[in-house]
């Protein structure tokens, strides 16, 4: 087609989708909402791998954590349950593979917490040895840590973090020298930590609702000498692999050879992490594309109805010369300045959405080319 025939073309079907505006409006719609949904879905898809890999990075990028279970064959439900994780691991950690620096021990425990009538059911405990607080990168914002003497004497104390804090003795109020409860245990609160930006994460938990209590005090309110997770820093991020390798040789020797454990840094987490969001965010992306089809099958079938609705100006057309080209062209390109419009209509509004929420959402919000690309 030259560009007069082309220009006419546009021409005609702007008036055509002008005379009819409710129709055109509602055709729209369809891909309005399609794209706003591929677009909304994908972006906090985005803003959750941020997050958690931030949270990972956080934590220093020379950190090694032992955890029970083959993690990298069997995903991170690999170390839930009986831990293969042994006191025996840890004294050989720390007496065969020098250099090391703060080798801490935790253990998970059940239960929740409570103060006076405030209850906490969400609080993660962990009995942990002395500074844990520092292998997850956290500072005492009052009062002090976990010390050696509160773990030998199984004192009954505890460190808790800023969000814990909060919700259990009322924001702002200091919650030092007071006691929560837990497993029928009076604990005196002699340590806060500093509120953290960063969400809980697959390489730890989350610090701003974490309640720490000595080791031995853990294994000896739930009866159960368990270790779920070791923790350590290499001297430098340059040497974390080498001492990756020689964690895994003691560790295995000590099992016999069988790798019933897993040793990973802080760069193995972020793509294991990465693989299990990237399959999340490919079927996030299918069904958020479904309702952009159907859309575009809405457009088809207005499309189609349009043109029953219009024989007798198509008839006009070709008795005065029109080809069947041009005839089609034009019902191609209403239909492409529907869901041009509509397009752009969408983007605009989910560009405001995100400029106006990005400043105030937990996950972080951006506009990202990709998304903005594939809408």
Not at 6 to 22: G, N, P, W, Y
Not at 54 to 73: K, M, R, W, Y
Not at 78 to 89: M, V
Not at 125 to 144: K, Q, V, W, Y
């Amino acid at each position: 087609m030259n560009r007069a025939l082309i220009t006419e073309s546009i021409r005609s079907a702007v008036q055509s989708l002008r005379a009819k505006k409710l129709r055109s409006a509602l055709s729209m719609l369809g891909i309005i909402v399609g794209i706003l949904t591929i677009s909304g879905l994908l972006t906090l898809s985005f803003g959750v791998r941020d997050s958690i890999t931030d949270s990972i990075n956080d934590l220093g990028a020379n950190i090694l954590t032992v955890l029970p279970g083959n993690v990298q064959e069997q995903g991170f439900a690999a170390q839930f349950g009986a831990s293969t994780i042994t006191e025996r691991d840890v004294q050989s950690i720390r007496t065969q593979v020098a250099g090391l620096e703060n080798i801490v021990v935790g253990m998970a425990v059940n239960g929740s917490v409570r103060s006076g009538a405030t209850e906490l059911p969400a609080a993660f405990i962990l009995a942990a040895s002395p500074g844990i607080e520092r292998s997850f990168n956290a500072d005492i914002e009052s009062g002090r840590a976990l010390s050696e003497a509160d773990e030998r004497s199984r004192a009954s104390v505890t460190v808790i973090g800023a969000g814990a804090a909060d919700e259990l003795f009322g924001e702002g109020r200091n919650p030092l020298n007071k006691t929560l409860e837990f497993r029928g245990r009076s604990f005196t609160v002699i340590g806060v930590l500093e509120a953290m930006d960063s969400a809980a994460s697959f390489g730890g938990p989350d610090m701003n609702s974490i309640i720490l209590i000595p080791l031995e005090t853990g294994w000896e309110v739930t009866g159960v000498r368990q270790i779920h997770r070791i923790i350590m820093q290499a001297p430098e991020a340059g040497s974390v692999d080498d001492y990756k390798q020689r964690v895994t040789d003691v560790i295995a020797s000590n099992h016999g050879g069988e790798e019933d454990f897993s040793v990973l840094s802080q760069e193995d987490l972020i793509g294991m992490v990465g693989d299990i969001l990237d399959m999340i965010t490919a079927f996030i992306g299918a069904i958020a594309g479904l309702s952009l089809l159907v859309g575009g099958i809405g457009i088809m079938n207005i499309m189609l109805v349009t043109v029953s609705e219009r024989t007798r100006e198509i008839g006009i057309r070709k008795a005065i010369g029109a080809t069947r080209t041009a005839v089609m062209a034009q019902f191609l390109i209403e239909s492409i300045i529907l869901t041009g419009v509509a397009g752009l209509i969408a983007l605009g509004m989910f560009s405001l959405v995100i400029l106006a929420a990005g400043p105030v959402s937990p996950i972080p919000l951006s506009l990202d080319w990709r998304v903005l690309g594939l809408a």
